[in-house]
Antibody, heavy 120, light 112 residues
Framework: EVQVVQSGAEVKKPGATVKISCKASGYTFTGFNIHWVRQAPGKGLEWVGYIDPEDGERVYAEKFQGRVTIIADSSRDIAHMELTSLTSDDTAVYYC?????????????WGQGTTVTVSS | DIVVTQSPVSLPVTPGEPASISCRSSQSLLFSNGYTYLSWYLQKPGQSPQLLIYLASYRASGVPDRFSGSGSGTDFTLAISRVETEDVGVYFCIQTLQTPWTFGQGTKLEIK
């Protein structure tokens, strides 16, 4: 079965760092980009960035530049997203998704989401 | 950044009736390869989003044929020929032509 499975919920204090993992299975991990998207409570979806697991090329949304790092470990078929200097505005469900495993230019395999709560 | 404008925000529909949702982009989503980089998704309550349509008009694997995508350039439509109760949720589009990828605001489909 083609799937990506994310790590569990996180509760962090303002100023902390969160690292979320995304484990891929059922397809060739290095063949398809992994994207990260977030959804704050009551708000729409927001693109954070992506990584090409084959060569490590990464592109981040300008809003997150300097605070986000996406890495891929092709030996374990896992991608990670790290977000630093957390504020309450970062409280959201974070999704990883694979691009184009069966549908070109689209996110066709989604993780179950990881809830990140930032609270003092 | 490409701005994607989606409408309506809310869509009450009687089961068996058709429904349609619109997305408009601030610039053409047509790439030089001839494909148009706009996709449609449904997020059912409590679930992750699921892909319905990619490259504007190609139905994803396993998606019922009552769902169809159309449009070109900057104007796109997701149509449901006969809404079923299982179709409730939030529908959204994404432009994937260029980074940053940008989303429509979402349309909440509810059953009358």
């Amino acid at each position: 079965e083609v799937q990506v499975v994310q790590s569990g919920a996180e509760v962090k204090k303002p100023g902390a760092t969160v690292k979320i993992s995304c484990k891929a299975s059922g397809y060739t991990f290095t063949g398809f980009n992994i994207h990260w998207v977030r959804q704050a409570p009551g708000k729409g979806l927001e693109w954070v960035g992506y990584i090409d697991p084959e060569d490590g090329e990464r592109v981040y949304a300008e809003k997150f530049q300097g605070r986000v790092t996406i890495i891929a470990d092709s030996s374990r078929d896992i991608a990670h997203m790290e977000l630093t200097s957390l504020t309450s505005d970062d409280t959201a469900v974070y999704y990883c998704a694979a691009e184009g495993t069966t549908a070109s230019g689209a996110l066709d395999v989604w993780g179950q989401g990881t809830t990140v709560t930032v609270s003092s | 950044d490409i701005v994607v404008t989606q409408s309506p925000v809310s869509l009450p529909v009687t089961p068996g009736e058709p429904a349609s949702i619109s997305c408009r982009s601030s610039q053409s989503l047509l790439f030089s390869n001839g494909y148009t980089y706009l996709s449609w998704y449904l997020q059912k309550p409590g679930q992750s989003p699921q892909l319905l349509i990619y490259l504007a008009s190609y139905r994803a694997s396993g998606v019922p044929d009552r769902f169809s995508g159309s449009g070109s350039g900057t104007d796109f439509t997701l149509a449901i020929s006969r809404v079923e109760t299982e179709d409730v949720g939030v529908y959204f589009c994404i432009q994937t032509l260029q980074t940053p990828w940008t989303f429509g605001q979402g349309t909440k489909l509810e059953i009358k």
